[in-house]
C-alpha cells in the first residue's frame, strides 16, 4: 500500500499562489506517476497535472496550463503542486493521486488517493 497526505490548502485572494505538497509512504517504489485531482462542489472530480516519477514528464489540464507547474522531489517522495494567479473557478479540494502502472490522468486510473485538502479562491 502506499500512502498520500496532503497539505498547504487554504483561503487566498484571487490573483494570489499556493503550493501544495503531497508526501508519499508505504510502498513507494510501486509508484509509476503522480498527480492532483480537484472537485468543487456539485462537479465531478477532474484531472489538474501529473507527473511521471522516474522521468520528470507532465502533463496539465487546459485549464491550469502556464498557471500551475507540478514538480517533486525524489528523494523526500514528495510531489508539489505550485498554483499562481488563482481564480475562484479554481475553489475545490485538491486531492493527490499515485498509480502503479500509467499516468494518472483520469480518476478511474488511479490506484491510491490522498484525503484532499481545500483551497478557496475569493474575488
Known amino acids: 500500500q502506499v500512502q498520500l497526505v496532503e497539505s498547504g490548502g487554504g483561503l487566498v485572494q484571487s490573483g494570489g499562489s499556493l503550493r501544495l505538497p503531497c508526501a508519499a509512504s508505504?510502498?513507494?517504489?510501486?509508484?509509476?506517476?503522480m498527480g492532483w485531482f480537484r472537485q468543487a462542489p456539485g462537479k465531478e472530480r477532474e484531472f489538474v497535472a501529473a507527473?511521471?516519477?522516474?522521468?520528470?514528464?507532465?502533463y496539465y489540464a487546459d485549464s491550469v496550463k502556464g498557471r500551475f507547474t507540478i514538480s517533486k522531489d525524489f528523494v523526500k517522495y514528495t510531489m508539489y503542486l505550485q498554483m499562481n494567479s488563482l481564480k475562484p473557478e479554481d475553489t475545490a479540494v485538491y486531492y493527490c493521486?499515485?498509480?502503479?502502472?500509467?499516468?494518472?490522468?483520469?480518476?478511474?486510473?488511479?490506484?491510491?488517493w490522498g484525503k484532499g485538502t481545500l483551497v478557496t479562491v475569493s474575488s
Open positions: 508505504g510502498r513507494t517504489f510501486n509508484i509509476y506517476a
Open positions: 493521486a499515485a498509480t502503479s502502472k500509467s499516468v494518472p490522468l483520469r480518476s478511474s486510473g488511479v490506484d491510491y
Open positions: 507527473i511521471t516519477w522516474n522521468t520528470g514528464g507532465t
